[in-house]
Each structure stands twice: as C-alpha cells, then as structure tokens.
Nanobody, 124 residues
C-alpha cells in the first residue's frame, strides 16, 4: 500500500520559513516524477516545486527549494520569506499529475498518488 505523508506545516508570521517533508512508503520515489502542489481556499491546486506553475514563475522559484533524500525516500520543500498568499494546503504527488504538470515526456506508469496534505498559514 502506497502512502505519502506530509508534515511540517503550521502557522507562521510573514517572512518566516518552513520546511515541509513528504515521506513515502510502498513506493520508491526515484524513477517517478514527484512534485509539491498547493491549494489555497477557493483556488485550484497548483504545482509549486520543483518547477512552479506559470502563474508563479519568479515569486515562488526564488523562495521555495525542492530537495530529496533518496535514502529516506523523502522529498522536501524549503519555503523562505513566506507571504500571506502562500497560505494553502500543501500536497506531495507521485506519478501522472506531477509528470503532466512538469511536462515530463515518456512517463507511462499509470500511477497517481497524493498525500493528505499539510496546512501552511501565513498571517500576522
């Protein structure tokens, strides 16, 4: 059984930093497209890392950093200088959604796994 478990969210002030984690079990993340998405209230879910969506090419790219630890089968999202507009539920995804969002060619595995998300609230 595949499980993706996000952690690290919370309530922070503007300008603060957070590091989100997504630990996977039941699947080896290497060899599959992976990504961090977020969904703000009333908005569609969007990709933020490793390649941000077209809506936020600069603002997110300069503040958010994607990384991974293959030994721990975990991906991370380091978020710096957080803004109120970063408030959202952050999800990790493995498979087709990440592949299509990032334009990955040649990925044909019919898998698409999501974690339950972790809430990030940025407020003064």
């Amino acid at each position: 059984q595949v499980q993706l478990v996000e952690s690290g969210g919370g309530l922070v002030h503007p300008g603060a930093s957070l590091r989100l984690s997504c630990a996977a079990s039941g699947i080896i993340l290497t060899g599959h497209p992976v990504g961090w998405f977020r969904q703000a209230p009333g908005k569609q879910r969007e990709l933020v890392a490793p390649i941000p969506s077209e809506n936020h090419p600069d603002s997110v790219k300069t503040r958010f950093t994607f990384s991974r630890d293959n030994g721990k089968n975990t991906i991370y999202l380091q978020m710096n200088y957080l803004k109120p507009e970063d408030t959202a539920v952050y999800y990790c995804n493995v498979g087709q959604t990440a592949a299509q969002a990032m334009g990955v060619a040649g990925y044909y595995n019919d898998i698409d796994y999501w974690g339950k998300g972790t809430l990030v609230t940025v407020s003064s």
